[in-house]
């Protein structure tokens, strides 16, 4: 039995922590400008439920994930005027985007709790889907899977290998050095902060549409936070987030599994374990000081303004 | 270095016709106004929700901000409210201040709640006249032991206190919940999830006949006070100021960040444990699922309305605990969902954080630019 | 090609140039013509306006009236890739080299075109080669010496084959062999055309390069004149409005030991730091003891091993007054009479959001602001009301906030703070970088008399004539070593500059330092 139950459970980790990859790479993105956004929790739960609401009154599943991105752009906005526009601390006004994101969620997704949706469905692909082991794991995933995969590709090679990528880190370096130099630092943080909402809408969007498909408040349950430790996790390197977001998307899926392999602990402590796992991970890769200074982006976190 | 008095684009490289411009000083006007002011633009907003909503506004106004006053044991649940909101946020305030990002005195409310209700059911009868200490006591040491591990990790590894006070919030309900459902559970609560009910002799009395409202809102502003005094006049204080403002400057004059860590993390947390007990040995009166509907959070947002001062957070304390009290009022007479308080409580902070800015800039038409074309530059 | 050309042939004329900040005017009405291959020297002191107008030229900040000219056409210029499609290059006074980033990546950031990396290198070779500025596309900045940085920014002008560079006080940090390097590449760039416009306020310097000077005083031009037929004298009048004065170091015999290092080492905790090793030095009462090198060296990290920021792990690596201090926090080696002037102003040496009363406060603890933990409010009013009188210190009375004051006067502040803490060893860093001409002499001034009243006091300072003017006693720290502390009578400014590339027998191991020029 056990080969089956591991493939069954491989496969759902990918599923698991396809919403991490998603938050994680976008948050990425807005911290390698210099941007520290903590609302990604707010921002998953505006795009779960505006993804879970268009979804059902439309009737179309990617009507709902463009929804869940246009919500979750529109929110980062409002955060990027904060921060960029008007100088407001980073770290407070992140915050005060999660409140707002929970708020205004099952503010507005009130009439939607408990409806049901038609999931977000696996792709057939013909014969590599129906092969033993490897079918599962790899070519039965629904298109938003494979689509997290590209992503991560796509970024780690923009951020290295191309113009873009170059002004990114040297925003996120140093504003002002870049700004001296000409670039428009104000309009590429705001970029990459819109970056970051629509892809936590997206992954927000996942949460309702294809994971558990239904609507509840509050139902990213702390995932947007762990996307954002994720970040760190992965040394602000695309690939290595991917990792990590793998990583924890087993965790969460052994705890569940856990029971029907023998493991007879209540089940409140295995769902403490992405908690736990989460600041485990944190403390390990802080316990070198070198490891963040060398790659968390110098300015994270810090205001600019241009007015020279 | 820019200079002071330099001016700032709205939007960078768009030629805006209103720029920031950062003020000599920061205006001692809009430093108290600002969030007065953030409130107002609240109450504006919400006036217009009610009305997108299809309601009334003035009638919403006054089921949400009117009638759940209206009687003694309406102030009453106005003050049971701001209680914990009050014990949290002056924690956090402290700990703010001194830039350490406490984000989970949730959680640290919660384990209050455990070990103080934990003691109650436990010893609670055999202490007999010191059972309020005791209990009230366990509730502070368990909110400092949970706020101790974020506290131990940031100074030892410089792990991000935001993420594990956080991570510990859910950590701290599901080790409540695994308590009330398993071995804490009342066996004679058919089979219902929550404690046996505490025994009198622990119960926080009551302040005012009539209404629920117990000692620890006296405890709240004793504490309120106590805090405005340490922050205003002692070293420490003054240390954890020094900290929050300039940390190059705290290890130039010698402050340890460790101390201030410690220090701010045992102030929040101990604050946010003795919120938790005063739930579980006042209005709850037993241990239960779910003791708190979020004042942790809404706690972080009670601090920075108060703009991080005891007077502004007694204040804020209040105007959080009214917006709670008129969600549930909406939802009952309106139908409105009690989640409407959730959202005022976001979008307050917003409005503080924009007028917050106002402080330190004002708004000034932009200079024009010389334009494109040459000759000269007429006169200003 | 000298003197100054008909107005036809300018290459940039600014007319009538004026910016103004909300409290004070960084340029009032400036004129300025620039002609083909003219070695043009913008001249004056801190703060008067000469960095703003160069940023004005390079478009990164819009003049509010006023107007410009290039190569006889007028022009808004509005952004820095305009500027450079102009043909106007920069190099900046604080290079604006991305330490994460390859040379190449550096280069193409200010390229306006994009090449394929391979056409880039191909080109960078070529430039370097020409110019004799040899750089390696393929490394990363990080690691490199301040001379190497200045040649990755130089060769990202050239490539754009500038008509008009602007040199941004690019001597400031460079030893006086890597100057007249600077200046051979200079002088060859003017044979071929191109226009330099010169800024600084190194009086010896503009003598020797440039061809024109126009003087800039509180923003406005005070004057121009032909550096070659001036004296130091008349240029310095020029520049402050008044004579320069000079600071006088009377000879005294030295007292005991108060500040002595012992074989530091010690581990940078900045990837992208210098680590020390091996430091020996000993500063004595009654003397000031200077140190010279190009930041970057070790400076910080020597710093915070002296004022106890970072601990050593070597019993007795650190004495103060004879007392082990090498585990001793900031704190408690203030306790043993140590002050500290750090480089950092505001954020380190006074917190910005607090006023100056409470500034006091920060370190004051020793002259009673401080007591049974409750702090004395009405003391610290007191000492900063006496601090402020005593050093002539401009502000709003002592509850004014730290960040309203000038760079000048509040280095003023906090230099008056310390030295009125009654020091017995005081460390100074960079006293008087960015600090105008009047300040400058104040605090020099100031810390010779603390010598003169029997204080050891150590100064680290990129500001080799500083250091001259000083000292008694001369090191150098480079690559995270130090030389011995030599005379300063009688050193050679050149001697001093080969030791910043870090040939010198070191007061600890000697190492034989590979070419890797500076």
Known sequence: MNLAVWVTIAASAVGAATPLILAALGELVTERAGVLNLGVEGMMLIGAMSGFAVGVSSGSLWLGYLAAAASGMLIALLFGVLTLSLQTNQVATGLALTLFGVGLSAFAGRSFVGLPIRPLLPLRIPVLSELPWIGPLLFHHDPLVYLSLLLCALIAWVLKRTRVGLRLRAVGESPEMAHVLGEPVIRIRYLAVLFGGAMSGIAGAYLSTALTPMWTEGMSAGRGWIALALVVFGTWKPWRVLAGAYLFGTVTVLQLYAQGLGVHVPSEFLSMLPYAATIMVLVAICRDPKTILLNQPASLGRSFHPGY | MPPRGSLVPVFDQLHWPLRLERRQKPSAAMRICSSPLAALAMLATGLLVFAALGKDPVAAFRVFFVEPLNSTYGVGELLLKATPLMLCALGLAVSYRANVWNIGAEGQLTLGAITGGGVGLFFGPALGHWGQPAVLSAGVLGGMAWAAIPALLRSRFRTSEIFVSLMLVYIAQLLLSYLVHGPWRDPAGQNFPQSQPLSDSVLLPSLLQGTRVNVGFIIALVLALLSWWFGTTTAAGFRMRVGGLAPAAAAYAGISERRNIWLAMMISGGAAGLAGVCEVAGPIGMLQPVVSPGYGFAAIIVAFVGRLHPLGVVLASLLMSALYLGGESAQMELQLPASVSGLFQGGLLFYLLAAELFIGFRLRRAHRLPSAAPAGGGGA | ?518
């Open chain 3, 1 to 518: 090609m000298t003197t100054v050309s008909t107005p036809a042939s300018a290459r940039l004329a600014l007319h009538g140039i004026s910016k103004r900040y909300a409290s004070v005017i960084a340029n009032d009405r400036i004129d300025l013509k620039v002609a083909a291959g003219e070695i043009h020297a913008l001249l004056g002191e801190n703060g008067a306006g000469k960095s703003t107008l160069m940023k004005i030229v390079y478009g990164v900040t819009q003049p509010d009236e006023g107007s410009i000219e290039w190569e006889g056409a007028p022009v808004a210029i509005r952004s820095p890739a305009q500027a450079r499609r102009l043909g106007i290059g920069m190099v900046f006074q604080h290079f604006s080299i991305f330490e994460t980033l390859t040379v190449a990546e550096n280069i193409a950031l200010a390229l306006n075109e994009r090449l394929p990396a391979a056409t880039l290198a191909a080109r960078i070779d070529e430039v370097s080669q020409r110019y004799g500025l040899p750089i390696d596309p393929q490394r990363l900045t990080h690691g490199m010496s301040v001379g190497e940085r200045q040649r990755v920014e130089i060769v990202r002008c050239l490539l754009q084959s500038p008509r008009l560079l602007i040199m941004d006080e690019p001597t400031s940090v460079l030893t006086p062999q890597a100057v007249q390097v600077l200046f051979e590449t200079l002088r060859r760039l003017a044979r071929e055309g191109v226009s330099i416009l010169y800024i600084s306020h190194k009086l010896d310097e503009i003598r020797e390069l440039c061809d024109v000077a126009t003087i800039l005083r509180n923003g406005r031009v005070s004057g121009s004149a032909i550096p070659r037929e001036q004296s130091n004298t008349s240029l310095g009048r020029m520049m402050v409005g008044a004579d320069l004065k000079e600071c006088k170091l009377e000879p005294r015999p030295p007292g005991p030991i108060r500040l002595e290092l012992t074989n530091l080492s010690l581990d940078t905790e900045d990837p992208f730091g210098t680590s020390l090793r091996q430091i020996n030095l000993r500063v004595r009462g009654g003397q000031i003891v200077g140190i010279a090198g190009v930041s970057g060296n070790g400076q910080k990290e020597l710093l915070a091993a002296i004022s106890g920021e970072r601990l050593c792990t070597q019993r007795a690596a650190v004495r103060l007054c004879g007392q082990d201090a090498a585990r001793l926090n900031p704190a408690q080696r203030r306790t043993l009479g140590l002050r500290f002037v750090p480089e950092e102003r505001l954020g380190r040496g006074a917190v910005p959001g607090m006023h100056l009363a409470d500034n006091c406060v920060l370190t004051g603890a020793s002259a009673g602001l401080v007591r049974h933990g409750m702090v004395r409010r009405r003391a610290a009013r007191a000492f900063a009301r006496a601090t402020i009188a005593e050093f002539a210190v401009k502000c709003d009375g002592e509850l004014a906030p730290a960040d309203s004051l000038s760079g000048g006067n509040l280095q003023k502040f906090i230099v008056g703070r310390e030295i009125r803490l009654a020091p017995t060893v005081m460390l100074v860093a960079q006293p008087t970088w960015g600090v105008d001409v009047g300040a400058s002499l104040l605090i020099r001034q100031a810390l010779i008399e603390l010598r003169n009243a029997g204080a050891a006091v150590l100064v680290i300072s990129e500001d080799l004539d500083e250091l001259f003017a000083i000292c008694d006693c001369l090191a150098v720290l480079a690559r995270g070593r130090l030389s011995d502390a030599m005379p300063t009578a009688g050193l050679a400014a050149e001697t001093v500059g080969v030791w910043m590339t870090g040939e010198f027998q070191g007061a600890g191991a000697a190492a034989g330092v590979a070419g890797a020029g500076v």
